[in-house]
C-alpha cells in the first residue's frame, strides 16, 4: 500500500511563493507517475500538474504554466511543486496523487493513492 503525505501549503500574499512536498511510501515511487491536483470550496478537484517516473517529462494546467514547476528527487520518494507568482485564484487544498502504470495522466480518476492534503491560502 502506498502512503503520500503533503505538506508545505500555508497562507501566502499574492505574488509570493510556496513549495509543496509530497513524500511516498510503501511503494515502487520511481516506477509511478505523480500528480498535483486542487480543489478550492465549491468546486471539483482539479488538475495542476504531473510528472513522468523518470522526471523527464512534465505536464500543466494552463492556468499555472510559467508560474508552477513540477519536479522529483526518486533517491528521496518525493515529488514537489515549486509555486510562484501566487495568485488568490490559486487557493485552494492541493493534492498529490500517485499512479501506478508511468503514465501520468489529466484526471483524477487516472491516479490510485491520494495524499491527505494541503491548505494554500493566497491574499490579495
Known amino acids: 500500500q502506498v502512503q503520500l503525505v503533503d505538506s508545505g501549503g500555508g497562507l501566502v500574499q499574492a505574488g509570493g511563493s510556496l513549495r509543496l512536498s509530497c513524500a511516498a511510501s510503501?511503494?515502487?515511487?520511481?516506477?509511478?507517475?505523480m500528480g498535483w491536483f486542487r480543489q478550492a470550496p465549491g468546486k471539483e478537484r482539479e488538475f495542476v500538474a504531473a510528472i513522468s517516473p523518470s522526471g523527464g517529462s512534465t505536464y500543466y494546467t494552463t492556468s499555472v504554466k510559467g508560474r508552477f514547476t513540477i519536479s522529483r528527487d526518486n533517491a528521496k520518494n518525493t515529488v514537489y511543486l515549486q509555486m510562484n507568482t501566487l495568485k488568490p485564484e490559486d487557493t485552494a487544498v492541493y493534492y498529490c496523487?500517485?499512479?501506478?502504470?508511468?503514465?501520468?495522466?489529466?484526471?483524477?480518476?487516472?491516479?490510485?493513492?491520494w495524499g491527505q492534503g494541503t491548505q494554500v491560502t493566497v491574499s490579495s
Open positions: 496523487a500517485a499512479e501506478v502504470t508511468g503514465i501520468p495522466g489529466t484526471r483524477a480518476d487516472q491516479y490510485d493513492f
Open positions: 510503501g511503494g515502487s515511487f520511481s516506477y509511478y507517475g
